[in-house]
């Protein structure tokens, strides 16, 4: 286990596959870093629901990105009964904008697994500072390989 400067605790394998090296070592890159935190708003690094963004006149496009990110977790989670009792898996977590929304919103406690150790230690910072590190917990590694307990999850959520 690896430990950020606030202490927190964080699980960090060995990665086993050239693709995952791949994978690790593109979103471990400062350009990756830069854009995803700059460029598509810091949080989510995935594809949004701009059409709505749209339909309220929002003009920003930093704005819009984050609207369009934050979009997407609600219609993912529209149809499914999140209960604070749940454990949920982020699986490709990234920046974490996914875990803290699940935690912020439902309640419920989230382990957010990424191969970037770059990401997960941004994951970390701004989950300690949203003041949820107690509901999100981030592990460095292959969503292949988590070390978890199989069926120990209630839901698995990957954007």
């Avoid at 286990?1 to 693709?19: C, H, I, Q």
């Avoid at 309640?107 to 230690?121: A, F, W």
Wanted: charged share 25%; with cysteine.
């Amino acid at each position: 286990a690896a430990v950020d400067e606030s202490g927190t605790r964080y699980a960090s394998r060995d990665l086993t596959t050239s693709s995952e090296q791949v994978s690790q070592d593109y979103y471990d890159s400062e350009d990756a870093h830069i854009f995803y935190t700059n460029v598509w708003g810091g949080d989510n690094i995935h594809i949004g629901a701009y059409d709505e963004c749209a339909t309220l006149g929002v003009v920003d496009k930093t704005e819009q990105v984050r609207l369009a990110s934050v979009r997407v977790l609600e219609l993912l989670t529209a149809n499914v009964d999140i209960r604070p009792d749940w454990r949920v898996m982020d699986m490709g977590s990234a920046l974490g904008g996914c875990s803290r929304y699940l935690a912020k919103t439902f309640g419920c406690h989230v382990l957010g697994v990424d191969l970037s150790k770059k990401e997960c230690e941004v994951n970390l910072k701004k989950t300690t500072r949203a003041g949820l590190d107690h509901l999100v917990d981030v592990k460095c590694c292959s969503f292949t390989d988590t070390g978890e307990e199989d069926a120990s999850f209630d839901l698995i959520i990957s954007e």
